[in-house]
């Protein structure tokens, strides 16, 4: 049976949603999607038997804190739409608070997205994928957060911050996630070189 921990559908956070249809420029979505889409096909993103989504994907609004997130429970979704990835427009940790535009709420990973984002204005692009193989392989090899620290929570998000300070994590690419069973972060300039930050570990 899999933990609470590996439900990625379970928002752990206050997702204040304003109900609004909004249109993601093309040059952000055209990449997002094409990348969300080749790691869907090699189930780093997807669905449990139990219809339970994992994984998620996001693009940085440039020259912002802002960023497009793949929804809450859209990881068994085989091809998102632009209505599939709401916008970030503000993040309180400290509050646990998050607030949103779009038509479904943020993935329950997005507090960790903005976490990276906030920590390191270069980066553009973050992926958060599931893989049992790449996770036994990699955890504390790779950097990795507190095996105490559960995803989706505001101690995620400092204990990220945390090891983003390390000049080793900003040259991996990629985060273990030590108390997320199966869970991997990976980021980069583009939306590209956060997905073939993960896809290259295999």
Known sequence: ????????????????????????????????????????????????????????????????????ISGTATGGIPELEQFHYPLVERCETAFNALWCRGLIKASSESMSHAAIYSANHEVGAVVHTHSRKLWDKYVDILPTTSSDVQYGTPEMAYEIGRILAHSHTLEKRVIVMGGHDEGIISFGKTVEDAALAVLNLD
């Not at 997807?46 to 020259?63: Q, T």
Request: hydrophobic share 35%; charged share 20%; glycine share 6%.
């Open 1 to 68: 049976m899999k933990t609470d921990q590996q439900h990625d559908s379970f928002i752990k956070f206050n997702c204040h949603l304003i109900n609004d249809k909004i249109v993601i420029p093309s040059k952000i979505f055209a990449p997002l999607n094409y990348w969300r889409n080749e790691l869907w096909l090699k189930s780093l993103i997807g669905a449990y038997h139990d219809g339970i989504g994992y994984g998620n994907i996001s693009a940085r609004v440039p020259k912002s804190h802002q960023f497009y």
